[in-house]
């Protein structure tokens, strides 16, 4: 089985689905696109950031769904 990150290029952009954490965090923010270069994501929600990790491998050939990350924690901005 590919690794998670082995799975698409990293140079391309994918479209990505973003799971779990806040729920006031806007649809707009869960799907998005963008060049992937490495299995998490983090997106400034509040005063603070959620993160988010690959929860699976990314689209294959003729694939068209998108790379499903999956929320794993929160950090406060540091003041």
């Known amino acids: 089985m590919d690794s998670p990150s082995?799975?698409?290029a990293h140079?391309?952009?994918v479209d990505i689905l973003l799971t779990g954490g806040p729920a006031d965090i806007p649809e707009t923010a869960r799907m998005r696109r963008e060049v992937?270069?490495?299995c998490k994501i983090k997106i400034r929600?509040?005063?603070g950031?959620?993160?988010f990790e690959q929860a699976e491998a990314g689209p294959r050939d003729?694939?068209?769904g998108p790379v499903v990350f999956r929320w794993i924690?929160?950090?406060s901005i540091a003041e």
């Open 73 to 75: 924690m929160r950090t």
């Open 45 to 47: 929600h509040r005063a």
């Open 6 to 8: 082995e799975s698409f």
């Open 49 to 51: 950031y959620e993160h």
């Open 11 to 13: 140079d391309a952009a």
């Open 62 to 64: 003729g694939d068209p």
């Open 36 to 38: 992937i270069t490495d």
